[in-house]
Each structure stands twice: as C-alpha cells, then as structure tokens.
C-alpha cells in the first residue's frame, strides 16, 4: 500500500516555538470501513508509527465516522477507539480531535441514548492522551489546541458562502476562544472556508496574528488526482483552494497564506521535498488534509496524512527521514 504524505515547514514572524504535528482528517469508520478497509486502515496506522517517531501531537479536524445517525454500531466505533490509542501510545504524543459534520447525529431523535455515540463519550481519555474538543480549548505547556466545532446547519452546501460562513462567524464568537500571545495556537476546524473565504475573512480581526495553524479537510470526496495536480498547477494557484474548478472537483490539498485582508492562492506540496511556508507576523497558514477514506465520488483514494513543522525564529530542520512522499509497505 502507497501513503502520500505532505510535509510542509511552516515559520511565523516572532513566534519562537518549534513543534512537528502529524494530521489527518476523514477517518469516516463504518460498516463500509470495516467490511472493505478495516486492512488498509491497519497498515495505513503501523506506516506512520513506523515512520514518523518524533511528534508533539496528532491533530484529527473531524469526520472520524461516517453518518452516524444512520449507522450506529459499537463494532466500529471500538475499531476507531483501539487503533487511535495505539497510535497515541506508540508515538507517545497526545491526540487532539475536533466534530466533523459525520460526527453529529442528524437531529436530536436520531439515536436513542444519543450521549452513548458522542465522541467524547466513547473517545476521549485525557489521561492517556486523547482529547475531544467541541468548542473547546486545551492548553498543555507553549499550546493551546483550539476544536471548532459549528452545527451541522454550518456544512448545508446550499447555504454556502454567506450564510454558511455567517451561521459559523457567529458561533465562532459566541465560544469566546482565548489565543495566548505567547503560545502556539492551533485551530482545528473539519471546514476550513469558514475562516478563509475573504469576505468573512476580514470580520475576524486579529485572529490570524494568534493564529499559527488552521487545519481541516472536509473536501476528501472530490479531490484532483496527484498527476492531473500536475498538471494544471497554474489553474489550480489560480482558482485558490476554495472554489471549484473545471469540471466541479473541488482542489483539495495543500497550504494557503490567510489575514484579515487577503487569502493566498494554494500553495501545493511539492511532491519531492518539503514544503517551506514562511508567514508574516498577521498571517495563518491553512493546511486542508485531502483525507484517509479509501473512497470517493470521483476518482479511488488513496490514504494521506500531513506531516507539519512549526519552525521557530531560530530552529532549523533536518527531515531524518529524507524527502520521499510515497512510503512503500
């Protein structure tokens, strides 16, 4: 089995912390996961335990199951359980998770004893390193960790751009988030348009000068085969991450610059070597994992994850593992 691994190298103006995070969105455990992958999830787990030893936390923005109102079952939800602990403990490094719009039941009747499915329910286990956000914070030394988690409401593609972004800008300020000068802050959101489209962009104030990370996904079922991203580099820098392009497939990977008055064009992994990011003291790097599930409406996936350096003023790094993106079985 093949994994791509994006490696980016992310530095921000007068932020003198140094930490390496590995992500990954869109799990999406289900029956479908466990009938046809539940050996791909294996192998895709024992690789990046295998080759990346040395991080400071794992950040999962979201879509850990797939449609849970209408697939409750406790075998999948323990597969999901066991296979994040064992990555936690096998890299020794703490988990930090945020709700994707799979994550919630689809109304409140959906499921009986609907706490028994929470995420945090069956999830979270902060004494061995496994934390659930919704609408949280956690701080642990020079972190804070940040879970936005928006109803379901926020995700309806037909309320997307403006009231979609609004019905999110307005839960976002309503949790009252408090981003320490002097830490690294991290923001996990499964939809990273709610804080990079411009026109909401520039409502939220300094929050990209807090900001170091904003990590999603989301956007795993459409995205552009590695040699079509090839491509059409030019059209795909020219669009930005958050349109659609010909023919309607959302470009779905990579890295893009954000403040409170312009968002960049993607920036796409190179495919070779890592990808240096270096932001400005008013600026956030946005990084949109292209997601684990094995399937998709367009083109057969293949599992990814991300591989993030924040670079300190005066760190340097040295990639151990060399530049190589696709890690062979």
């Not at 479908?32 to 294996?42: G, S, V």
């Not at 751009?161 to 981003?179: N, T, V, W």
């Not at 003291?281 to 083109?299: H, M, P």
Request: aromatic share 16%.
């Amino acid at each position: 089995m093949q994994i791509t691994r994006d490696y980016f190298v992310v530095r921000k103006d007068f932020l003198d912390i140094t930490k390496r995070f590995l992500s990954f969105s869109d799990l999406h455990y289900s029956y479908l996961q466990q009938l046809f992958y539940k050996k791909t999830m294996a192998e895709y787990f024992a690789q990046i335990i295998q080759n990346e030893k040395q991080v400071d936390g794992v950040l999962i923005p979201g879509d850990l199951l797939f449609y849970l109102s209408n697939f409750p079952d406790e075998r999948y939800l323990n597969a999901l359980k066991e296979d994040l602990q064992n990555l936690v403990y096998s890299l020794s490094a703490p988990a930090f998770i945020s709700y994707g719009n799979h994550d919630f039941p689809l109304c409140q009747e959906s499921i009986k004893e609907k706490e028994k499915w929470d995420l945090k329910y069956f999830l979270e286990d902060r004494s061995n390193g496994i934390y659930v956000l919704d609408n949280e914070q956690v701080k642990i030394d020079n972190m804070t960790i940040t879970g936005f988690s928006p109803k379901r409401d926020a995700y309806n593609t037909t309320y997307m751009p403006d009231k979609a972004l609004s019905m999110a800008y307005q839960e976002f300020q309503e949790c009252g988030f408090d981003f320490p000068s002097n830490h690294l802050n991290i923001l996990l959101s499964h939809e990273n348009k709610f804080f990079t489209y411009p026109n909401i962009a520039c409502e939220y104030g300094d929050l990209y000068q807090s900001l170091a990370l904003i990590v999603g996904g989301h956007l795993h079922d459409g995205y552009l085969p590695i040699i079509l991203q090839k491509m059409f580099q030019t059209q795909i820098k020219d669009q930005g991450i958050w349109e659609m392009i010909p023919p309607s497939i959302d470009m779905c990977r990579g890295l893009f610059k954000v403040s409170n008055s312009f968002t960049s064009e993607v920036i796409l992994p190179d495919f070779d070597h890592p990808t240096f990011v270096n932001l400005k003291e008013w600026e956030s790097a946005s990084i949109v994992n292209r997601g684990v599930a094995k399937y998709s409406w367009f083109f057969y996936g293949r599992p990814s994850y991300s591989l993030i350096d924040i670079k300190g003023d005066s760190t340097s790094f040295v990639n151990t593992k060399g530049s190589i993106r696709k890690l062979n079985k």
